[in-house]
């Protein structure tokens, strides 16, 4: 029904950016609500930003708050994360979702479809 594919990732060095994004297709877009998670190798999936359908809300996780800033352009059909100072701890596999939920939403389980990832590398 929702079709997202991310695009954006590769290497950097510690210090840098990189900017995800992640195109739908299959609905409109704006009545989704998005977010941005990542794993880490070895471990599981964990939030990383919000954002609302209109964009007037966006929620991070404390370990990327003042780095990260997440935003979205209804009339691409995109969402973007923007990724500063980036440190080798943020290092993983960066996934967008999107909920049909009415509000934002931080929790894995109310998103309805993910996209399919896409490496970010950090190096020091």
């Known amino acids: 029904q929702v079709q997202l594919v991310e695009s954006g990732g590769g290497l950097v060095q510690a210090g840098g950016s990189l900017r995800l994004s992640c195109a739908a297709s299959g609905r409109t877009f704006s009545s989704l609500a998005m977010g941005w998670f990542r794993q880490a190798p070895g471990k599981e999936r964990e939030f990383v930003a919000a954002i609302s359908r209109t964009g007037g809300s966006t929620y991070y996780a404390d370990s990327v708050k003042g780095r990260f800033t997440i935003s979205r352009d209804n009339a691409k059909n995109t969402v973007y994360l923007q990724m500063n100072s980036l440190k080798p701890e943020d290092t993983a596999v960066y996934y967008c979702?999107?909920?049909?939920?009415?509000?934002?939403?931080?929790?894995?389980?109310?998103?309805?479809?993910w996209g399919q990832g896409t490496q970010v590398t950090v190096s020091s």
């Open positions: 979702a999107a909920a049909l939920s009415v509000l934002v939403t931080t929790t894995q389980a109310r998103y309805d479809y």
